[in-house]
Nanobody, 119 residues
Framework: QVQLVESGGGLVQAGGSLRLSCAVS????????MGWSRQAPGKQRELVAH???????TYADSVKGRFTISRDNAKNTVYLQMSSLKPEDTAVYYC?????????????WGQGTQVTVSS
């Protein structure tokens, strides 16, 4: 069973930065593609960043140039570095894992971490 635990959320002013971490308990972390999604109140969950097993990355247009996803296979951890934060980035952020690079859905999810950006 794969377990994911997010951390690093909090309250930040607009223009500030945060780094989210997701610790993954898996026999072979490098065998999973990872993603960060977010869900704001009253809105659908949105995929914001994805990183393949080989390290290729994709981003939602809304965060491109401001967010960076990365992974450290030695630490079984995926990160989301968020910069130039905006109030509209306020959401619960979830990390997720898939054994396939470009699957239509993720198989495993964390419990989420709240990010609040004040104006």
């Amino acid at each position: 069973q794969v377990q994911l635990v997010e951390s690093g959320g909090g309250l930040v002013q607009a223009g500030g930065s945060l780094r989210l971490s997701c610790a993954v308990s898996a026999r072979t972390f490098s065998a999973y593609a990872m993603g960060w999604s977010r869900q704001a109140p009253g809105k659908q969950r949105e995929l914001v960043a994805h990183i393949t097993r080989g390290g290729s990355t994709t981003y939602a247009d809304s965060v491109k140039g401001r967010f960076t996803i990365s992974r450290d296979n030695a630490k079984n951890t995926v990160y989301l570095q968020m910069s130039s934060l905006k109030p509209e980035d306020t959401a619960v952020y979830y990390c997720a894992a898939s054994p396939m690079d470009w699957a239509s859905k993720y198989d495993y999810w964390g419990q989420g971490t709240q990010v609040t950006v004040s104006s």
